[in-house]
């Protein structure tokens, strides 16, 4: 999952990102609302962690411009203030959920893997599909209730597939969403961790639809 930090406070913004980087999650990071705000327009992002105070404008005010332009990337409010009219402010300027600093970095981890989970339209934290299962809190994966073990960048492309299926993903958008910007995958790449998946999960988990992309199956294991 590709999220945007958008936090001023340089080590509060560190000390985060490095702390989902280690949960799985491709983090990207901005320090000023219009920064933020560029980002949001140009990139695809799976969830955005907007903090209020930022120097160049309310957090609010950006959000309101993104939910009045469409932009329906869910949005997780990161902030000082406490107060009810602060978080109702938030809230009507389009956040989809509110935490208040300080926090527990768990409890970020936790509602952000809610947010972009519900985006995909799953309500269970275990999304399955036949009897492979990806656990969102614990990013471990079961196929027929073995445990998988997958690298980072294998767990991350497979997330990405499961929260989207069973639509077909294109390698467009899994080139958006599970790559940094920065160093974008080379043309083979996807086609060779899509084949190291396939030897760890199965040939029929993972089905290649030609100029179109993949998506994730329900094939069984056979024994």
């Given at each position: ?6 936090e ?76 009810w ?36 339209g ?80 199965g ?6 639809l ?14």
């Amino acid at each position: 999952m590709k999220i945007l930090l958008v936090e001023d406070d340089h080590a509060l913004s560190t000390a985060l990102s490095e702390a989902l980087r280690d949960a799985g999650l491709l983090v990207e990071t901005s320090a000023s609302g219009s920064e933020a705000d560029f980002l949001v327009r140009t990139e695809r992002y799976d969830a955005v962690i907007l903090d209020l105070g930022l120097p160049d404008g309310d957090g609010t005010r950006w959000l309101a411009q993104w939910r009045d332009d469409a932009i329906d990337v869910p949005v997780l409010v990161l902030t000082a203030r406490e107060r009810w009219s602060d978080k109702a402010a938030g809230f009507s300027a389009g956040a989809d959920d509110y935490v208040t600093k300080p926090f527990e970095t768990a409890e970020v981890l936790f509602r952000l893997r809610a947010l972009v989970r519900r985006s995909h339209g799953h309500a269970h934290p275990v999304l399955s599909c036949g009897d492979l299962a990806y656990d969102t809190h614990t990013g471990s994966v079961t196929l027929a209730g073995r445990p998988i073990t997958l690298t980072a960048q294998e767990s991350r492309l497979l997330a990405y597939l499961m929260h989207a299926a069973p639509r077909i993903v294109s390698r467009t958008e899994l080139s958006e969403h599970v790559y940094d910007r920065d160093h974008e995958p080379d043309s083979n790449v996807i086609d060779v961790q899509i084949s190291r998946l396939r030897r760890k999960l199965g040939s029929g988990h993972i089905e290649t639809l030609r100029g179109q992309g993949y998506r994730v199956t329900a094939a069984e294991t056979t024994s």
